[in-house]
């Protein structure tokens, strides 16, 4: 059974051990917003470098210190140097990832109250170990809300919030020369997880296209892993497209992003940010599914096949096909896109 939760705790200093991906890192704003609003506490996140940007784009956010957490790395020097520049300085910390190394960190730096699910024969290292419900908390927004102990019936209300730098913002389109002269949409053909998740260049392109013959401009998004796929749908469209993959970091992503008129994205972690800063958009779900991490936002429309062999979670098509993502056509997305127009 779990010990005592941390709604019954009083919490004035937090450590947040933070999500190792872009995605769950914003679909933890939620918990934040909570334990901000309900306690008036300090936040604190400990977090992988490639997530701070959009935890810098948290009002709940005190500071963002860099974690020695590595998937698949454990350097228990960097655990212990880590756990004593935080030592002393936390009534309580919340871990999201489920791994035994991110509990090693409070338990090491003697924060007195630590929780987090139990996995991994964790158990020891936590002063309160809860039991993870996945019946009763389907989504993942669901399950980091849950750890804070309160009884919450998730909501519309409890979406992720993102909020622009507005000087920053305009920092970054003088910087990168970018003017709104045009409706910036904003394509983002990646996704971390693998390929299984893209939908397909050629249709990029065809969207692309077609955007730019509606009189709007281009803006392809993503990371630097992102810039070969960009380049190729770039090659041979006429008008306004600009290839942003990697010419930006990612608080500079998500304050460019606020100023899309639409977004169109794998399910990746900037379809999260999209959602998260209240942009009308169209997320394209292949081998993963709507029903764990959906875009959280009611002006955002999924499409999917639901074929019978979806979702598989891979990272490369086992079939061979990926029909699950090329039979969603770019003329489905382009009604789609006109529908969000027609109902903002």
Same mark, same amino acid.
């Given at each position: 059974m779990a010990r005592s939760s941390a709604s019954r705790t009083p919490l004035k200093k937090v450590l947040i051990i933070g999500a190792s991906w872009v995605g769950d890192a914003v679909l933890s704003q939620p918990l934040l917003r909570y334990l901000k609003s309900s306690h008036d506490c @300090?936040?604190?996140?400990?977090?992988?470098?490639?997530?701070?940007?959009?935890?810098?784009?948290?009002?709940? &956010?005190?500071?963002?210190i860099d974690s020695p957490l590595i998937h698949k790395q454990l350097n228990f020097i960097e655990l212990w140097r880590c756990?004593? #520049? &935080?030592?002393?300085?936390?009534? @309580? *910390?919340?871990?999201?990832?489920?791994?035994?190394?991110? *509990?090693?960190?409070?338990?090491?730096?003697?924060?007195?109250?630590?929780?987090?699910y139990r996995r991994e024969g964790r158990s020891l290292f936590l002063s309160h170990p809860l039991e993870l419900d996945k019946k009763q908390?389907?989504?993942?927004?669901?399950?980091?809300?849950?750890?804070?102990?309160?009884?919450?019936?998730?909501?519309?209300?409890?979406?992720? $919030?993102?909020?622009?730098?507005?000087?920053?913002?305009? *920092?970054?389109?003088?910087?990168l020369k970018l003017?709104?002269?045009?409706?910036?949409? %904003?394509?983002?053909?990646?996704?971390?997880?693998?390929?299984a998740k893209r939908w397909p260049i050629d249709h990029f392109k065809v969207l692309a296209q077609a955007l730019i013959l509606q009189n709007k401009q281009v803006w392809l998004m993503g990371s630097p892993k992102d810039q070969q796929i960009a380049q190729s749908i770039i090659e041979h469209i006429q008008g306004p497209i600009i290839n942003l993959c990697g010419k930006?970091?990612?608080a500079q992503a998500v304050d460019l992003m606020?100023?899309?008129?639409? %977004? %169109? $994205?794998?399910?990746?972690?900037?379809?999260?940010?999209? *959602?998260?800063?209240?942009?009308?958009?169209?997320?394209?779900?292949?081998?993963?599914s709507p029903q764990f991490t959906p875009p959280l936002f009611s002006g955002a429309r999924v499409l999917s096949r639901s074929l019978p062999c979806s979702p598989c979670f891979e990272r490369d098509c086992p079939?061979?096909?990926?029909?699950?993502? @090329?039979?969603? @056509?770019?003329?489905? &997305?382009?009604?789609?896109?006109? #529908?969000?127009?027609e109902h903002n």
């Open positions: @300090t936040i604190d996140v400990l977090a992988p470098s490639w997530t701070q940007g959009v935890l810098l784009r948290m009002p709940e &956010v005190n500071r963002v756990a004593q #520049r &935080v030592k002393d300085q936390y009534d @309580t *910390a919340i871990l999201l990832p489920n791994s035994l190394k991110s *509990a090693l960190i409070p338990w090491m730096a003697r924060i007195p109250t630590r929780i987090g908390h389907p989504l993942m927004v669901e399950r980091f809300l849950a750890l804070s102990g309160a009884s919450i019936k998730f909501n519309e209300q409890l979406n992720p $919030t993102l909020q622009a730098n507005l000087s920053e913002q305009q *920092a970054a389109l003088d910087a003017n709104l002269s045009l409706p910036p949409i %904003v394509l983002c053909p990646g996704a971390e997880y693998g390929p930006t970091n990612l606020a100023l899309a008129h639409a %977004v %169109v $994205t794998n399910d990746s972690g900037l379809m999260h940010v999209a *959602a998260a800063l209240k942009r009308p958009l169209i997320a394209l779900f292949g081998s993963s079939l061979g096909h990926l029909n699950c993502l @090329t039979e969603i @056509t770019p003329n489905k &997305v382009i009604d789609a896109l006109a #529908r969000l127009e």
